[in-house]
């Protein structure tokens, strides 16, 4: 084989090799940009564009897709410790030509977050109806949807804004008591008060404790990388009330 064919390789396994590396450090390194960049190609294959909405100094982050029409708009709240991108994939099985947005909570990602805000469910309430009325969502009638933490908002906006609202679609709300307690209940008083440095189970602040979250939260159990993990304890953050430090977002009040 001549110099030039090897040279040829040469660049070729170099070329091929240089982005690999690039992957496997990034992985290594910086595994939250690597889950931006995901996001990122995931909103623009569906078509959704992130927005902002500033209302009197508080600012919103949601992606949307499509413009109001005769139908219904939907607006989408999720959960916990969650972000706007966790309908994705729900989103890519929804109408193209429906008008969704999916709108970061108070206090999460691109959304403001402050210690002295008020995070209960009712607190939330208030911010998702600023920014429904900063973007005129409330022209007409809309379908909120929620899961978890965003279930309960959404249910508790339907109770105080009920002319707001053509539908409301609610998945496993928190914070509703049930007659005989389940497996996952007994597990979380279990831990509530074990070894857990917030005793919150659900907020972890070590690898440990993320691992204990995923097996009390997950059905099919799975290992998460290191760097993912470690990444998380450098992120976590706790939402405060602005009276009480503590997380208060289980409690429901309903207008009478």
Known sequence: ?????????????????IPLLLFMASFMLWPSSLIKVYYWYWRRTLGLQVRYADCGGYRFCYSYRGKPGLRPSVLMLHDFSAHKDTWLPMVKYLPKHLHLLCVDMPGHKGTTRTNTDDYSIQGQVKRIRQFVEAIRLNRKPFHLVGTSMGG????????????????LTIIC???????????????????????????????P??????????????????????????SHKCNVELLW????????????YLPL
């Open 241 to 252: 009330t602005q009276n009480t430090p503590s997380c208060t977002i289980c409690g429901i």
């Open 205 to 230: 602040s070590t690898p440990e404790e993320m691992e204990e979250m995923l097996k009390l939260c997950s059905h099919v159990r799975f290992r998460v990388p290191q760097q993912v993990s470690q």
């Open 152 to 167: 309960t908002v959404a249910g508790v906006y339907a109770a105080y804004h009920p002319s707001d609202l053509c539908g």
């Open 1 to 17: 084989m001549d110099q030039d064919m090897v040279n040829m390789f040469a660049i070729a396994a170099g070329t091929l090799a």
């Open 173 to 203: 709300p928190v914070g509703l008591k049930n007659q005989m307690e389940s497996q996952f209940d007994s597990q979380m008083h279990e831990v509530e008060h074990s070894q857990y440095t917030l005793n919150i189970p659900l907020i």
